[in-house]
């Protein structure tokens, strides 16, 4: 045993034997620390503080100086209900002003659908997913897991929209007026529903997993969403802070993970059936909005200078391979 | 062929790929892998089975031994990066010393992202280049069209991550870059078994078999589950026609089949890197699984 050993020790050498220990080093270091070596790489939403209030309105001149970003939308594949992806993208843009996160979302869509008052109705709807405040790790951004939250904010086209009377949708139905209007007789309104309270055409939720989402006893996300030549634009807004630790936070200098989903509601896409993104990164800036044009030109030069140039060495080395291998022919 | 001039050649035969960094390479594919099956896979949707809490406990050893997978690998992967960089430079040739300088400035590009000097766009942009020109380096032998797939695979979508970054807005051009993308790693596959040649019954019984496969999972209700893994995985967005992946699932299958033992570590890298940018830890994995493709090319010197 001890001869095999040695022999493989003569075999390998002591590069082996040092990198053994360099990776046992290195591992126990991460694990120790519990500093990530790794950094995120994927897209990043950035959101800059405004110099003055976008509101709720989608069509606020703020919103054409923040840069939007397109992320891929993707059919909900995890339970069921599955379906949806009839929305191939979402192009999304964030501000912040005076404590206050923006997010707008615009995605094409022919039909505004903005009633859900007959069972075969369905409306269009919006929703962003960040993780909570108290999560441990990065939950799955399928209404989050055990242990790692998740804090949605949901917006439903048909929550605009003041409840419709039941002879406008059936014109030949007669419908006796209720004699009482006070909440005991109105019994979601009575247990604060708050789809039946309409304060608000965005819920604040929470989920811990499949089954388990349920309004947050915080609502404070406020919303507006507007249909204009084939687009939704709808605006989320919230403050930083929030008390409860299944909510999220924001702050200045702070990056968070967040996902989209959207909802067709003439694409009979309810519940589970929409199309819904992987978590991006959202980076909060403490930096002004960027005043003119949304390039920084010297950042955008720079990048394309080192793209090409390392390009230009993969190529020369792909043609000295290639030159190389007829040679070796 | 004189027997001095066969010498160098059958010592160039008798070469694994990257022979140094050959052991630091084969325990970084195992633990990457594990890692994609029990942390990207396994735990992102056992968490989903109803029946959970009854098989908690094994859920909870799995997601351990998942988490310690993704440690060692991130430590296998810096040590394995150096072991690569070393072995290029001391080859000799150009080739080994591109491939030095590509893994170094790779290295120095993931450590600026992580201690967020300058803006993200500048290193997703160099990691991009990077990945690219390692695959245009491997170029010129039997893996040239797989190779041309990966990489305009990853152009495409990293390049649509990169363009935004950047404060350009794609438009309808970024859909069309997704998709082609998407078409691009279904290609690779197909290019794959191209360049493999997969020989014997059995290869292509397990590439039909598993096309079959796939194509009842995509077209049934559980084809949300694999696009949803697709897209989560690999970066891919499951949009075109469940046919295009049943066939790169079979042609996929055929290639894995007909590829030497010694190939699969870098095949086993690119896999678990995915396509597209993600983070600092898949773009290694790419970037050392192209490192080995190119370092597989024995030196000028023993090719003549």
Not at chain 2, 236 to 246: D, E, I, K
Not at chain 2, 264 to 289: D, E, K, M, R
Request: proline share 6%; charged share 15%.
């Amino acid at each position: 045993m001890r001869g095999s050993f040695a022999a493989a020790m003569r075999k390998r050498g002591w590069r082996f034997v040092l990198g053994t220990a360099a990776v046992l080093v290195i591992a126990g270091v991460i694990q120790w620390t519990n500093v990530k070596p790794a950094e995120t790489q994927n897209l990043m939403l950035f959101a800059y503080e405004a110099d003055r209030d976008p509101g709720l309105d989608p069509g606020s001149p703020v919103w054409e100086r923040a840069q939007p970003v397109q992320v891929p939308l993707s059919g909900q594949a995890a339970t069921y209900a599955a379906g949806g992806g009839s929305v191939p993208v979402v192009s999304v843009r964030a501000v912040h002003y005076r404590g206050t996160l923006y997010v707008r979302l615009e995605w094409d869509d022919a039909t505004a659908d903005t009633s859900s008052y007959r069972p075969e109705d369905f409306a269009d709807a919006a929703a962003i997913e960040f993780p909570a405040q108290a999560a441990t790790t990065i939950p799955s951004f399928c209404m989050g897991q055990p242990g790692a939250a998740v804090n949605i904010w949901h917006w439903r086209a048909d929550s605009e929209q003041q409840l419709a009377l039941p002879t406008e949708q059936y014109p030949n139905a007669v419908v006796d007026l209720y004699p009482r209007t006070d909440d005991l007789f109105f019994t979601a309104r009575a247990a604060g529903n708050p789809y039946a309270l309409n304060t608000s055409p965005v819920q604040n939720l929470v989920a811990q997993a499949f089954g388990t989402l349920t309004p947050a006893a915080e609502q404070t996300v406020r919303g507006h969403g507007v249909h204009t030549a084939g687009k939704w634009q709808v605006v989320f807004a919230r403050p930083f802070a929030a008390a409860d630790p299944e909510l999220a936070t924001f702050g200045p200098g702070t990056k968070t993970d967040v996902a989209f989903a959207v909802w067709d509601g003439s694409k009979d896409e309810r519940d589970g059936m929409k199309s819904v993104s992987q978590f991006i990164t959202l980076s909060i800036s403490g930096a002004p909005l960027p005043g003119g044009g949304r390039l920084e030109w010297p950042w955008v030069v720079t990048a394309i200078a080192l793209f090409l140039g390392l390009s230009v060495i993969g190529l020369a080395l792909g043609w000295y391979g290639y030159r190389d291998a007829r040679r070796a022919r | 062929m004189t027997a001095i001039g066969a010498a160098p050649r059958l010592r160039a035969a008798a070469r694994p790929w990257a022979p140094r960094s050959q052991a630091f390479a084969a325990a970084l594919a195992v633990a990457a892998s594990a890692e994609l099956l029990l942390v990207r896979v396994g735990s992102r949707t056992a968490i989903h089975i109803p029946a959970l809490p009854a098989l908690r406990e094994p859920y909870a050893v799995l997601t351990a031994i998942g988490d310690g997978a993704l440690l060692l690998a991130q430590a296998l992967a810096i040590v394995t990066l150096w072991a690569i960089a070393t072995e290029g430079w001391s080859r000799g040739d150009r080739r080994g010393a591109a491939v030095a300088a590509l893994v170094a400035v790779f290295a120095g590009t993931a450590a600026a992202a992580r201690l967020a000097w300058g803006p993200p766009v500048l290193w997703q942009a160099a990691t991009l280049a990077l990945i690219t020109a390692l695959a245009a380096a491997a170029l010129g032998g039997r893996a040239t069209a797989p190779l041309s797939c990966f990489a305009a695979a990853w152009l495409l979508l990293g390049g649509h991550t990169v363009i935004q970054g950047l404060g350009f807005d794609p438009g309808r051009a970024g859909r069309w870059m997704l998709w082609l993308g998407e078409a691009a790693a279904l290609a690779l596959p197909l290019a794959g078994v191209a360049a493999a040649r997969p020989a014997g019954v059995r290869a292509w019984l397990a590439a039909g078999a598993a096309a079959v496969i796939t194509g009842i999972l995509m077209s049934g209700p559980s084809g949300w589950t694999l696009r949803f893994l697709t897209l989560w995985n690999l970066g891919l967005a499951g949009a075109l026609p469940s046919f295009a992946y049943a066939v790169a699932a079979g042609t996929g299958t055929a290639t894995l089949l007909a590829v030497r033992l010694q190939a699969w570590v870098p095949i086993a890298l690119l896999v678990a890197a995915g396509l597209g940018l993600h983070n600092t830890y898949q773009s290694a994995l790419a970037v050392a699984g192209l490192a080995l493709l190119v370092l597989a090319e024995p030196p000028v010197g023993e090719t003549q």
